[in-house]
């Protein structure tokens, strides 16, 4: 079993609110970022799948977080409802971390073009990439001061990885609406950028065929030559959404170990 993250505590949040939207279980990047986020002092709201509540409670409290709200993003009414009963929470918020994504499995393995559904390509751009956009609406009516967003891509939106397919895509989708929303909101002070991680043991990497090879794969071919950490990506999360990242906004951010910049790995040149 790999170390528990070592998330340092400091005052870099204090005095800031936020949702995150995302945590699944113990492993997920949602809950890392989380979990540095309440380490540095925020006051964090977490939004979950209303049958999730069980999985996601236990894992909030443990890092003392108070506000849970059931949402489902796909349907208007629980937006509607999930958003007024964060402003009765909070009154004004300071930051949203969005980290959800969708494709149906059997989509994500094999040929991209012959087994994309209409219905599967549409339900992927929904979760996936609307999704963003729809809470950058919401969450921005509720930052009159000022802010910060974040939401999670990966490498597949730019470059074709093996059995990525549908996803790839809603990335890429997810990456444009980034830079169109940190254009819409800019000047009203708040900023929007999106982390673009290495292949993690999480469980949406266990839906994807292949996805335990592409963590040792990652791993060799990097720059570094090691695995993408939780911390690594919860302090990037934790730079952009902090003071420390005023004046970036717009930008994809690599957390890949370098991963994303080799076009030849060594590896493979020599053979």
Known sequence: MADEPNFPKGELMRGKKGLV?????????????????????????????????????????????????????TDDASMDAAFAELEKAFGTIDFLVHSIAFANKDELKGSFVENTTREGFLTAMNVSAFSFVDCSKRAARLMPTGGAMITRTYLGSERVIPNYNTLGVAKAALEASTRYIARDLGPKGIRCNAISAGAMRTLSLAGISGGRSMVSQGRAFSALKQDTTMEGVAGCALWLLSDLGFSTTGEVVHVDAGFHMIGLPEEIAEG
């Open 21 to 73: 939207l995302g945590v699944a279980n113990h492993n997920s990047i949602a809950y890392g970022i989380a979990s540095q986020l309440a380490a540095q002092g925020a006051d964090l709201a977490f939004g979950y799948l209303p049958d999730m509540e069980r999985r996601v409670r236990p894992l909030g409290e443990a890092i003392g977080v108070k506000h849970f709200i059931p949402v489902e993003v």
